[in-house]
């Protein structure tokens, strides 16, 4: 009898033992499922915080862009303006120059150097007569 309830006992004892690993086990599954969730909410958390940065970011370059767009077409219109100037003056300018360049070939003077004497300013009469060189912006647009 000894014997078997010696062996009644050590299969008790196995059963204990089994029970212990089996709750010790459901409790680590426990903890890392748990420790898991966590992890998920925290990952939520920071994608939620992510977006908010963003659609704070975004919002920022958006009223940024609305400010600098008219600034920019304004610019963009002044530009254009100063080239058509700049393209006008530039003809005016070879204009004058075939003027001067005509003149200097068939009305040369005694001395040969041509009818203006760039280095006498009484000569210069002619070249330094103002012209009226501006033209209005409306007209600039018509380039």
Known sequence: MATSSANSSQIHNSE?????????????????????????????????????QLKKDNAQIQATINITTPEFVNLEAENSVLRAQMCELNQRLDYLNEIINLMNNNCGSGNG???????????????????????????????
């Open 16 to 52: 204990d033992l089994m029970d212990q690993r089996k709750r010790k086990r459901m409790q680590s599954n426990r903890e890392s499922a748990r420790k898991s969730r966590m992890r998920k909410q925290k990952h939520l958390d920071d994608l939620t915080e992510q977006i908010n």
């Open 113 to 143: 150097s041509g009818m203006f004497d760039f280095d006498d300013p009484w000569n210069m009469m002619y070249v330094n007569q103002q012209v009226p060189i501006m033209a209005a912006a409306n007209e600039m647009l018509l380039y």
